[in-house]
């Protein structure tokens, strides 16, 4: 019994990321316990649905991004994808459109842009960064545009059952906003770890020539990936387009960079070929909970943001600091190499 | 003849500024093994990567199996049975072994991936290989010579019928080798065709049929390889006679110029004592992973030392980066020339001048762009190095000519100790000797030279002296007049003996 129990432990520990989850699991909790003790109301059941309401976005705009990332690629578009998604479904919403074929329509264009950074950088050979820098400035562009340059006015009773849908109803005494984050999680998660897709997203990641030279459609798979991110935007960009019941122009921005946080505290690899979405989950949920707790406990907004900064360094830094082993050596290194440790 | 399997008809093959193929025919029976030889730069593999659809061909025919094939593809040529080692490594690191063995043809049930079913058919090949290792092992932790391996098991799980191996051996251990060449003989008797490039020479005994030989991008000659010998096959690589293998100079031993005292650096590098002489060139001798190159690694400031002295001229020199060594003119030319050799990305005169700038900078930093082109012609002239611009990326270059060029960053630094780790790895018998003869050239000017090769016949022919390491600790030293290959290989092995 308690060999079997070791054995099945040691599994889990033996999938490839899961070390880094668990320790940021472990930090996860150390933040939840410092979060409470400073302020009880923290572990009441409207603040713990509020939270994981809040986190949700974090991970579906992580998943994507980590999809990018995995594959050594990065994808800058994300927030404005975001910002384009919420503009455009609120506009059709507010012409009358009815809202899931808005939230359809959304979607495709959403889409496009992914396919076309996907296009830029493995069809083109764009660097990543310029190619999304790019549409990143076009797609908020185009979300600045569809209302001439305003925000929209609310987008009515008719869009009841969208905003249920995607913010205000809950299953299960779950918000539907997390459920949406969950099912796109499970989709996701199986297709990079069980599909061929994912394989080979993930030996892009690791050695692009490699990929290559084995058969792998290198540019087809990469643009995959640069979908899944766009796809993941547009749905978060509902998501925020059903919160506030209206579109708002700067919607989303700074989200790609929430997503590389999401995604490297968790332990998706910004060099590609390392990760997994579990550990994106969990990044995503250190990331909310910084935001929500620090704003519980009454910090100001400046220190907020030093303070997560500092989360993301830290939690990068100690990966890979544990995995190389070199720690002693890295740190002796940057203090001064003549610098001596006994 | 009907029994070809691939035939190549004039093939042309043109990189930018290189005619890299000149109307090159080649032809490969069912059933042989097939040595494609020439001098780095020679061809061979352009040749091959056309044949497995990396590269497309610019004129010329392509037939295999008896039909004519367009648009080659890596999948395309896998499809027709063609399976490839590159000359590189090409593996994802992060992947598992049975990943990477399965990259690209992946078996998949119901769109699942089927991973126990892989790995128990890599774990087949891998034991048909006499391999021990787990398939679910990540790539990126296994040593150089296992990777090399798995490479191989990856081309032969394809089943394929025509099988390239481009250089298998550089980076093998001698065991790995003869495993190799075992299989290599089986899956000739099974009646495949196999395609088999090697620098070195004394391996092709064991196991070739025939051999075709390039020359500049041209066809020269195929003979069977029992109607010929070295002298011939040598000769018609290069287009003239070479008249010794291992050119040895003597140059009588004078005073102690360089000492490493009880030098430690993690497990790999253990009380490690070495003297080196003016006037000579010491070999180190051993197995693939005997800590040879973390011991020159730890000497050049590249990793952190735990413990240890360095003594050079009578002085102790304090390092603790390569940027101290290189000041103290104490230089490696490492054993993976891509990764810690040159900057690929960088033209091949930015390459031999990066060492030296400090002598190249003028007022404000500015860098002479006329000394930089005179100390990039020197060294291209002195090492012959073979390039169509100095200005062209390092990694345009042919294996062989891209050493050179690392050679000659620190030929150009007037460096007095200088460790070469296995410099001849992947370089063809000319240029070889070129290499000898510029550590020749060294030695008589009384600069230091430590040897580091795992290829016995040019460690005994070009050594003064030679030690031995095995299991990150020398084990033993002698002079080259007095060591035979199976005193050394005792030497070498004396750890593993008992680990086994
Ligand atoms: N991708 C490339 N771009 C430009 N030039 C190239 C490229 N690949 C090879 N060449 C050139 O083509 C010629 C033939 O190179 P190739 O690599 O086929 O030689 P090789 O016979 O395999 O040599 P080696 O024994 O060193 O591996 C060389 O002059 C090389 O510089
Ligand atoms: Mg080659």
């Known amino acids: 019994m308690e060999s079997k129990r070791k054995n099945v432990l040691h599994q889990v520990l033996s999938i490839r990321g899961m070390g880094q989850v668990v320790t940021v699991s472990a930090g996860l909790l150390v933040l939840c316990v410092i979060f409470g003790a400073l302020n009880p109301n923290f572990y009441s059941g409207r603040n713990i649905a509020n939270l994981l309401r809040q986190i949700a976005p974090f991970i579906i705009v992580g998943i994507g991004q980590s999809y990018v990332l995995i594959t050594g690629n990065i994808d800058l578009s994300i927030g404005s994808v975001l910002g384009m998604s919420c503009m455009i479904s609120a506009t059709l919403m507010t012409k009358g459109v009815n809202p899931w074929a808005a939230s359809l329509i959304t979607m495709i264009a959403c889409i496009m842009v992914g396919f076309i950074n996907g296009g830029l950088v493995s069809g083109f050979k764009l660097p990543p960064f310029i190619a999304t820098l790019g549409t990143m400035t076009v797609a908020r562009g185009i979300a600045q545009l569809v209302n001439n340059n305003m925000n929209t006015d609310a987008i009515g009773e008719s869009a009841n059952g969208f905003r249920n849908f995607f913010y205000y109803g809950k299953t299960l005494s779950l918000y539907n906003t997390v459920w949406v984050a969950l099912a796109l999680w499970l989709v996701f998660n199986f297709i990079l770890s069980q599909t061929k897709v994912g394989r080979h997203i993930y030996a892009i990641g690791s050695n692009i020539e490699a990929a290559k030279l084995s058969g792998v459609n290198t540019a087809v798979t990469t643009t995959i990936a640069y979908i899944v991110s766009a796809f993941c935007a547009g749905v978060t960009g509902l998501i925020t387009c059903a919160t506030g019941g209206l579109g708002t122009m700067d919607a989303g921005t700074s989200y790609e960079l929430y997503a590389v946080a999401a995604s490297v505290i968790g332990g998706v690899s910004t060099l590609g070929g390392q990760g997994i979405l579990l550990g994106t989950i969990v990044g995503a949920c250190v990331w909310g909970v910084m935001q929500n707790g620090l704003q519980f406990v009454g910090a100001p907004v400046a220190l907020r943001n030093i303070v997560i900064g500092i989360i993301v360094i830290v939690s990068v830094l100690a990966d890979v600091i544990v995995r190389s082993g070199k720690g002693k050596k890295s740190i002796t290194r940057f203090l001064g190499v003549s610098l001596k440790i006994k | ?500």
């Open chain 2, 1 to 500: 003849m009907a029994d070809y399997i691939v035939e190549l008809l004039n093939v042309t093959k043109i990189f930018p500024g290189v005619k890299a193929l000149d109307n090159v025919s080649f032809n490969l029976k069912a059933g042989e093994i097939l040595a494609l030889l020439g001098e780095n730069g020679a061809g061979k593999s352009t040749l091959m990567k056309v044949l497995s659809g990396v590269y497309t061909k610019d004129s010329g025919l392509i037939k295999v199996f008896g039909e004519i094939v367009e648009g080659l593809t890596p999948k395309k040529a896998q499809d027709l049975g063609i399976a490839i080692i590159h000359q590189e490594l090409n593996m994802c690191s992060h992947l598992s072994v049975a990943e990477n063995i399965f990259l690209g043809r992946e078996i998949v049930r119901n769109g699942i991936l089927a991973q126990k079913e892989m790995n128990a058919e890599a774990k087949k090949i891998l034991d048909s290989l006499s391999l021990d290792i787990d398939p679910e092992t990540i790539v990126g932790t296994l040593p150089v010579s296992k990777q090399q391996m798995v490479e191989i098991a990856k081309a032969l799980s394809t089943n394929a019928k025509i099988l390239i191996m481009d250089e298998p051996t550089s980076a093998l251990t001698a065991k790995e080798i003869e495993e190799l060449f075992k299989i290599i003989r089986k899956l000739r008797d099974e009646g495949r065709g196999i395609v088999y490039i090697s620098h070195r020479l004394e391996e092709l005994r064991y196991i070739v049929d025939r051999v075709t030989i390039l020359r500049d991008g041209q066809f020269i000659k195929t003979m069977d390889f029992k109607d010929t010998d070295m002298r011939e096959i040598i000769s018609l690589m290069v287009g003239r006679d070479i008249k010794e293998k291992y050119p040895r100079i003597e140059c009588g031993v004078r005073k102690k110029i360089f000492e490493v005292k009880n030098l430690n650096a993690g497990r790999m590098v253990r009380n490690i004592n070495l003297e080196l002489y003016e006037g000579e060139i010491v070999g180190i001798a051993g197995l693939m992973g005997a800590g040879r190159t973390e011991t020159s690694r730890a000497i050049f400031g590249a990793d952190p030392k735990d413990s240890g002295e360095i003594w050079l001229h009578g002085r102790k020199v304090t390092i603790n980066s390569p940027a101290d060594a290189i000041r103290e003119g104490i230089v490696v030319v490492p054993e993976d020339r891509k990764k810690y050799g040159l900057c690929t990305k960088l033209s091949i005169k930015n390459n031999i001048s990066l060492p030296n700038l400090n002598r190249l900078i003028m007022f404000l930093g500015y860098i002479n762009k006329k000394q930089e082109n005179i100390m990039s012609q020197t060294a291209v002239d002195n090492l012959k190095i073979k390039l169509t611009s100095a200005d062209a990326n390092a990694d345009s270059l042919s294996g062989g000519n891209q050493q050179k060029v690392v050679v000659g960053k620190w030929l150009a630094n007037n460096s007095k100790i200088i460790i070469f780790d296995e410099p001849t790895r992947g370089i063809d018998v000319a240029a070889k000797v070129e290499i000898y003869n510029i550590m020749n050239q060294l030695k008589r000017q009384g600069i230091g030279v430590l040897f580091i090769s795992s290829e016995l016949p040019e460690i005994l022919g070009i050594s003064d002296r030679i030690i031995v390491m095995c299991d990150g600790r020398i084990t033993g030293e002698m002079l080259a007049s007095e060591a035979t290959q199976d005193k050394i290989l005792e030497l070498a092995t004396k750890f593993e003996t008992k680990l086994a």
